[in-house]
T-cell receptor, first 117, second 113 residues
Framework: GAGVSQTPSNKVTEKGKYVELRCDPI?????LYWYRQSLGQGPEFLIY????????DSGLPNDRFFAVRPEGSVSTLKIQRTERGDSAVYLC???????????????FGPGTRLTVL | QKEVEQDPGPLSVPEGAIVSLNCTYS??????FMWYRQYSRKGPELLMY????GNKEDGRFTAQVDKSSKYISLFIRDSQPSDSATYLC?????????????FGKGTKLSVIP
Protein backbone atom coordinates (compact mmCIF):
# COMPACT_ATOMS: atom_id res chain seq x y z
CA GLY A 1 0.00 0.00 0.00
CA ALA A 2 0.93 3.63 -0.34
CA GLY A 3 0.76 4.55 3.32
CA VAL A 4 0.80 3.21 6.85
CA SER A 5 -2.20 1.00 7.49
CA GLN A 6 -3.65 -0.02 10.82
CA THR A 7 -6.18 -2.68 11.62
CA PRO A 8 -8.78 -2.80 12.90
CA SER A 9 -9.94 0.78 12.45
CA ASN A 10 -12.27 0.37 15.43
CA LYS A 11 -12.18 -2.10 18.28
CA VAL A 12 -14.74 -2.39 21.05
CA THR A 13 -13.91 -4.73 23.90
CA GLU A 14 -14.93 -5.42 27.45
CA LYS A 15 -12.92 -4.59 30.52
CA GLY A 16 -10.45 -7.33 31.29
CA LYS A 17 -10.15 -8.67 27.73
CA TYR A 18 -7.00 -8.95 25.63
CA VAL A 19 -6.61 -6.98 22.39
CA GLU A 20 -4.10 -6.84 19.56
CA LEU A 21 -3.66 -3.85 17.29
CA ARG A 22 -1.75 -4.18 14.04
CA CYS A 23 0.41 -1.73 12.11
CA ASP A 24 1.68 -2.20 8.55
CA PRO A 25 4.36 0.42 7.92
CA ILE A 26 5.47 1.72 4.57
CA UNK A 27 7.69 -0.85 2.88
CA UNK A 28 11.36 -0.28 3.63
CA UNK A 29 10.80 1.97 6.63
CA UNK A 30 13.07 0.83 9.45
CA UNK A 31 11.79 3.10 12.21
CA LEU A 32 8.35 2.44 13.69
CA TYR A 33 6.61 4.29 16.52
CA TRP A 34 3.43 3.69 18.49
CA TYR A 35 1.57 6.62 20.06
CA ARG A 36 -1.66 6.87 22.03
CA GLN A 37 -4.04 9.79 21.57
CA SER A 38 -6.75 10.31 24.17
CA LEU A 39 -9.75 12.52 23.43
CA GLY A 40 -8.75 16.18 23.25
CA GLN A 41 -5.06 15.42 23.73
CA GLY A 42 -2.03 15.21 21.51
CA PRO A 43 -0.45 11.84 20.76
CA GLU A 44 1.75 10.41 23.51
CA PHE A 45 4.75 8.24 22.76
CA LEU A 46 4.55 4.57 23.70
CA ILE A 47 7.36 2.64 22.01
CA TYR A 48 9.94 2.90 19.24
CA UNK A 49 11.34 0.10 17.06
CA UNK A 50 14.46 0.30 14.96
CA UNK A 51 14.28 -2.81 12.83
CA UNK A 52 13.09 -5.76 14.91
CA UNK A 53 14.14 -4.50 18.31
CA UNK A 54 12.29 -2.21 20.69
CA UNK A 55 14.90 0.52 21.05
CA UNK A 56 12.84 2.61 23.47
CA ASP A 57 9.77 1.38 25.37
CA SER A 58 9.84 4.10 28.02
CA GLY A 59 6.37 5.34 27.08
CA LEU A 60 4.52 2.09 27.78
CA PRO A 61 2.28 2.91 30.77
CA ASN A 62 2.60 -0.46 32.54
CA ASP A 63 3.33 -4.12 31.97
CA ARG A 64 -0.12 -4.78 30.48
CA PHE A 65 1.19 -3.19 27.28
CA PHE A 66 3.60 -4.99 24.99
CA ALA A 67 4.60 -4.62 21.36
CA VAL A 68 6.50 -6.76 18.87
CA ARG A 69 7.94 -6.40 15.40
CA PRO A 70 9.37 -9.86 14.70
CA GLU A 71 10.43 -9.42 11.09
CA GLY A 72 11.17 -5.71 11.10
CA SER A 73 8.03 -4.79 9.22
CA VAL A 74 4.56 -5.37 10.68
CA SER A 75 4.15 -4.49 14.35
CA THR A 76 1.53 -5.60 16.86
CA LEU A 77 0.62 -3.71 20.01
CA LYS A 78 -0.82 -6.04 22.63
CA ILE A 79 -2.86 -4.95 25.64
CA GLN A 80 -3.73 -7.42 28.38
CA ARG A 81 -6.53 -7.07 30.93
CA THR A 82 -7.86 -3.94 29.27
CA GLU A 83 -9.19 -1.13 31.46
CA ARG A 84 -11.61 1.67 30.62
CA GLY A 85 -8.72 4.14 30.82
CA ASP A 86 -7.09 2.38 27.86
CA SER A 87 -9.78 3.79 25.58
CA ALA A 88 -8.02 6.01 23.03
CA VAL A 89 -6.84 6.16 19.43
CA TYR A 90 -3.64 4.17 18.97
CA LEU A 91 -1.47 5.65 16.22
CA CYS A 92 1.40 4.03 14.41
CA UNK A 93 4.04 5.97 12.48
CA UNK A 94 6.95 4.88 10.33
CA UNK A 95 9.89 6.59 8.71
CA UNK A 96 12.83 5.67 6.56
CA UNK A 97 15.24 6.59 9.32
CA UNK A 98 14.83 7.68 12.92
CA UNK A 99 15.79 11.27 12.09
CA UNK A 100 12.72 11.51 9.95
CA UNK A 101 12.10 15.22 10.08
CA UNK A 102 15.52 16.03 8.64
CA UNK A 103 15.33 14.19 5.38
CA UNK A 104 12.12 12.27 5.38
CA UNK A 105 8.60 12.44 6.68
CA UNK A 106 7.27 10.45 9.59
CA UNK A 107 4.09 8.99 8.19
CA PHE A 108 1.22 8.30 10.54
CA GLY A 109 -1.48 5.73 10.01
CA PRO A 110 -5.17 6.56 10.56
CA GLY A 111 -5.12 4.91 13.96
CA THR A 112 -7.17 2.25 15.73
CA ARG A 113 -9.95 3.62 17.90
CA LEU A 114 -10.11 1.38 20.98
CA THR A 115 -13.13 1.50 23.26
CA VAL A 116 -13.12 -0.48 26.48
CA LEU A 117 -16.58 -0.90 27.98
CA GLN B 1 3.07 21.24 34.22
CA LYS B 2 3.21 19.52 30.84
CA GLU B 3 6.42 19.79 28.83
CA VAL B 4 4.54 21.32 25.90
CA GLU B 5 1.60 23.67 26.37
CA GLN B 6 -0.81 24.51 23.56
CA ASP B 7 -4.14 26.33 23.73
CA PRO B 8 -6.73 23.81 22.48
CA GLY B 9 -9.07 26.51 21.16
CA PRO B 10 -11.34 26.08 19.32
CA LEU B 11 -10.29 28.90 17.00
CA SER B 12 -12.72 30.16 14.36
CA VAL B 13 -11.66 32.63 11.65
CA PRO B 14 -13.14 33.93 8.38
CA GLU B 15 -11.68 32.76 5.09
CA GLY B 16 -8.65 34.82 4.09
CA ALA B 17 -7.64 35.69 7.65
CA ILE B 18 -4.14 35.27 9.06
CA VAL B 19 -4.04 32.54 11.69
CA SER B 20 -1.54 32.45 14.53
CA LEU B 21 -1.00 29.22 16.47
CA ASN B 22 1.40 28.94 19.39
CA CYS B 23 3.08 26.57 21.80
CA THR B 24 5.33 27.02 24.79
CA TYR B 25 7.65 24.42 26.22
CA SER B 26 9.65 23.89 29.36
CA UNK B 27 12.37 21.39 28.36
CA UNK B 28 15.49 23.20 27.17
CA UNK B 29 16.71 19.96 25.58
CA UNK B 30 14.15 20.17 22.77
CA UNK B 31 16.06 20.88 19.59
CA UNK B 32 13.70 20.15 16.71
CA PHE B 33 10.25 21.67 16.35
CA MET B 34 7.46 20.52 14.11
CA TRP B 35 3.89 21.36 13.21
CA TYR B 36 1.45 18.61 12.26
CA ARG B 37 -2.03 18.92 10.83
CA GLN B 38 -4.67 16.37 11.77
CA TYR B 39 -8.01 16.07 10.05
CA SER B 40 -10.86 14.39 11.87
CA ARG B 41 -10.38 10.63 12.19
CA LYS B 42 -7.05 10.77 10.36
CA GLY B 43 -3.43 10.49 11.45
CA PRO B 44 -1.28 13.61 11.84
CA GLU B 45 0.63 14.80 8.76
CA LEU B 46 3.83 16.81 8.95
CA LEU B 47 3.52 20.42 7.79
CA MET B 48 6.84 21.96 8.73
CA TYR B 49 9.89 21.42 10.86
CA UNK B 50 12.53 23.82 12.13
CA UNK B 51 15.78 23.58 14.01
CA UNK B 52 17.11 26.44 16.14
CA UNK B 53 15.58 29.86 16.50
CA GLY B 54 14.34 31.76 13.47
CA ASN B 55 11.72 31.66 10.75
CA LYS B 56 10.93 29.15 8.05
CA GLU B 57 8.45 29.76 5.26
CA ASP B 58 6.66 27.30 3.01
CA GLY B 59 3.93 28.72 0.82
CA ARG B 60 1.20 30.13 3.04
CA PHE B 61 2.80 28.70 6.19
CA THR B 62 5.50 30.30 8.35
CA ALA B 63 7.02 28.61 11.40
CA GLN B 64 8.86 30.60 14.04
CA VAL B 65 11.01 29.38 16.90
CA ASP B 66 12.25 31.51 19.80
CA LYS B 67 14.40 29.26 21.95
CA SER B 68 15.22 32.01 24.43
CA SER B 69 11.51 32.34 25.26
CA LYS B 70 10.74 28.63 24.66
CA TYR B 71 7.99 29.68 22.30
CA ILE B 72 7.08 28.48 18.82
CA SER B 73 4.46 29.74 16.36
CA LEU B 74 2.81 28.76 13.12
CA PHE B 75 1.26 31.43 10.91
CA ILE B 76 -1.18 30.61 8.13
CA ARG B 77 -1.76 33.35 5.56
CA ASP B 78 -4.87 33.61 3.39
CA SER B 79 -6.54 30.84 5.35
CA GLN B 80 -8.84 28.49 3.42
CA PRO B 81 -11.76 26.30 4.54
CA SER B 82 -9.55 23.32 3.69
CA ASP B 83 -7.19 24.45 6.47
CA SER B 84 -9.87 23.52 9.01
CA ALA B 85 -8.21 20.85 11.14
CA THR B 86 -6.42 20.35 14.44
CA TYR B 87 -2.87 21.69 14.47
CA LEU B 88 -0.38 19.94 16.72
CA CYS B 89 3.02 21.26 17.68
CA UNK B 90 5.65 18.61 18.37
CA UNK B 91 9.21 18.64 19.62
CA UNK B 92 12.16 16.30 19.78
CA UNK B 93 15.01 15.91 22.20
CA UNK B 94 17.55 14.17 19.98
CA UNK B 95 19.69 13.49 23.01
CA UNK B 96 17.01 11.10 24.26
CA UNK B 97 17.97 8.56 21.61
CA UNK B 98 14.64 7.47 20.19
CA UNK B 99 13.75 10.78 18.58
CA UNK B 100 10.25 10.39 19.93
CA UNK B 101 7.85 13.25 19.37
CA UNK B 102 6.42 15.18 22.33
CA PHE B 103 3.17 16.79 21.23
CA GLY B 104 1.03 19.65 22.44
CA LYS B 105 -2.71 19.12 22.93
CA GLY B 106 -3.52 20.53 19.51
CA THR B 107 -5.52 23.60 18.48
CA LYS B 108 -8.76 23.01 16.60
CA LEU B 109 -9.09 25.53 13.76
CA SER B 110 -12.21 26.29 11.74
CA VAL B 111 -11.99 28.56 8.69
CA ILE B 112 -15.44 29.84 7.82
CA PRO B 113 -16.21 30.51 4.12
Amino acid sequence: GAGVSQTPSNKVTEKGKYVELRCDPISGHTALYWYRQSLGQGPEFLIYFQGTGAADDSGLPNDRFFAVRPEGSVSTLKIQRTERGDSAVYLCASSLTRESWRTDTQYFGPGTRLTVL
Amino acid sequence: QKEVEQDPGPLSVPEGAIVSLNCTYSNSAFQYFMWYRQYSRKGPELLMYTYSSGNKEDGRFTAQVDKSSKYISLFIRDSQPSDSATYLCAMVNSGAGSYQLTFGKGTKLSVIP
